[in-house]
């Protein structure tokens, strides 16, 4: 599976932004979509998830109520929607497949990885 992932960009503190992340292969719909995030000099982040058929989300605290993950399997692409966006959601935004049974709450659980794409929130 490759993962291609786009959309960021500069946004003002406030804004909204939607990255998307496209996947290669047919087994799409058989793969956990998550979001990681890292910000400069700082550890990769988990953002959230989204199981299989889309049915389930889970975030994490830090944007809960903000950002909302969904896919559409038909299109082989996972979107994260990003709103009332703050100066420290700047980060790297990283899209992840997980293929197994877990919490998929940590990067090792993830098999496969896109590029990433920079998001800057300025105040």
């Known amino acids: 599976v490759q993962l291609q992932a786009s959309g960021g960009g500069p946004v003002q503190a406030g804004g909204s932004l939607r990255l998307s992340c496209t996947a290669s292969?047919?087994?799409?719909?058989?793969?956990?979509m998550g979001w990681f995030r890292q910000a400069p000099g700082k550890e990769r982040e988990f953002v959230g998830y989204?199981?299989?058929?889309?049915?389930?989300?889970y975030y994490a605290d830090s944007v809960k109520g903000r950002f909302t993950i969904s896919r559409d399997n038909a299109k082989n692409t996972v979107y994260l929607q990003m709103s009332s966006l703050k100066p420290e959601d700047t980060a790297v935004y990283y899209c992840?497949?997980?293929?197994?049974?877990?919490?998929?709450?940590?990067?090792?659980?993830?098999?496969?990885w896109g590029q990433g794409t920079l998001v800057t929130v300025s105040s």
């Open positions: 992840a497949a997980a293929g197994g049974v877990g919490r998929w709450s940590f990067a090792d659980e993830y098999d496969y």
């Open positions: 292969g047919r087994t799409f719909n058989t793969y956990v």
């Open positions: 989204v199981i299989y058929s889309g049915g389930s989300t």
